[in-house]
């Protein structure tokens, strides 16, 4: 098992709309691409956040899958 870790910060223009679209989006990923296992998505809500708005993980079946998700056009 493998955990893949993304933290955004987002542009000021970014609407909440576009950011939701973004994080359901990524849980698409899950059904797109083979070895990831488990995908979520949610806000940061910590006041140590240092802007970091949207927090991603994925976890993949091994090295590999993580490897071949990287390059992917649905990446």
Do not use: C
């Amino acid at each position: 098992m493998v955990e893949h870790i993304v933290l955004w910060k987002f542009t000021p223009e970014a609407t909440k709309e576009q950011k939701e679209e973004m994080m359901r989006q990524l849980l698409t990923l899950k059904d797109k691409l083979p070895g990831i296992t488990a995908a979520t998505v949610g806000w940061n809500f910590s006041e140590r956040n240092q802007g970091y708005t949207v927090g991603f993980r994925v976890t993949f079946t091994d090295r590999a899958a993580l490897e071949n998700y990287l390059p992917s056009d649905a990446h």
